[in-house]
């Protein structure tokens, strides 16, 4: 019997191999930046296919922390709005699909989301970090 689960495993592989669709996507997120200074969010890839998806994000700042929010959008490349009052969108006017939120300098966490088609922005919503550059579109195809 034991001769037999290696050509199953290999069965196995190379069906998901064949169609990866089926298999659920990952995004590498960078969340870049320090106090003061110019932000940024890093993604290995700003499209993914309709379904489960996990964000892997790592906050590679040396003293800031960061989160990454998951927002959608009605459009592409639509522009959130910052309030002025608090220097951060409010997030009860936003379509939130889930979060990784609070990560401390150096510290990664996961997200693992169902998204439908449609237009997404990534953003990182603590006080300010949006006005300094800390968002980024993101799409999923139908
Ligand atoms: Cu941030």
């Excluded at 998901?16 to 995004?27: D, G, K």
């Excluded at 709005?81 to 997030?91: G, L, P, S």
């Excluded at 300098?105 to 970090?129: F, M, R, W």
């Amino acid at each position: 019997m034991r001769q037999l689960s290696l050509p199953i495993a290999a069965a196995a592989f190379a069906l998901l191999s064949a169609y990866p669709a089926l298999a659920a996507e990952t995004v590498s997120v960078e969340l870049l930046g320090e106090r003061g200074g110019a932000m940024s969010i890093k993604l290995d890839k700003s499209s993914v296919p309709a379904g489960e998806v996990t964000f892997q994000v790592a906050n590679v700042a040396k003293n800031t922390p960061h989160e990454m929010v998951v927002v959608k959008v009605d459009k592409a490349g639509q522009r959130l709005e910052v309030d002025r009052a608090t220097n951060r969108v409010d997030e009860s006017k936003l379509d939130s699909k889930g979060e990784v939120s609070n990560l401390k300098a150096g510290q990664d966490g996961t997200l693992t989301v169902n998204l439908a088609p449609g237009s997404y922005e990534l953003i990182c919503n603590l006080k300010g970090h949006v006005m300094a550059g800390m968002v980024v579109s993101f799409t999923v195809t139908g």
